[in-house]
């Protein structure tokens, strides 16, 4: 039986060809995206760096009024953070419950986000041009924990 029209599909299905995706930690992530905003559980250190992070950010591009992209959002941790600071945010995971969660928070605080099950390669052939200007802030992506982020400005 085939999943209704606009339904997520399991963790890691949908991952198209030549994507750096690994099921098994999708399924992982699929798995503890309830626990997601739990900031004393199983993501507490993500919770604990994402001031650091949104700073580091904020030093080097301006946020306010511009699109930015966060690749590997999880349940949405500093697409949140950077919406606040004035971001118009796109925010991508191959996690469908991660996502889903996220959009849960995010209209909780009346955060428009817009978050999208997507592989940053689907993203950048479907919208090539929106990915075409990177601020500096995306040299230092390699040291950030398991998910690339990407600033794009309009």
Avoid: K
């Amino acid at each position: 039986m085939s999943a209704p029209a606009g339904a997520n599909p399991p963790a890691g299905a949908n991952a198209p060809t030549g994507v750096n995706a690994d099921r098994a930690e999708l399924a992982r992530f699929e798995a503890a995206a309830a626990g997601f905003w739990d900031p004393q559980g199983e993501f507490r250190p993500l919770h604990l760096i994402n001031p650091v992070r949104l700073e580091f950010i904020a030093e080097r591009a301006r946020l306010a009024h511009q699109r930015v992209l966060d690749v590997g959002c999880g349940g949405g941790l500093l697409a949140e953070a950077l919406a606040r600071a004035g971001a118009r945010v796109t925010a991508i995971d191959l996690a469908p419950g991660m996502i889903e969660v996220a959009r849960l928070h995010a209209a909780d605080g009346s955060l428009a986000i817009d978050y999208r099950v997507a592989a940053a390669e689907e993203l950048a052939a479907a919208e090539p041009r929106s990915l075409s200007r990177r601020s500096t802030a995306t040299s230092a992506r390699s040291s950030w924990p398991s998910s690339a982020r990407s600033i794009c400005s309009s």
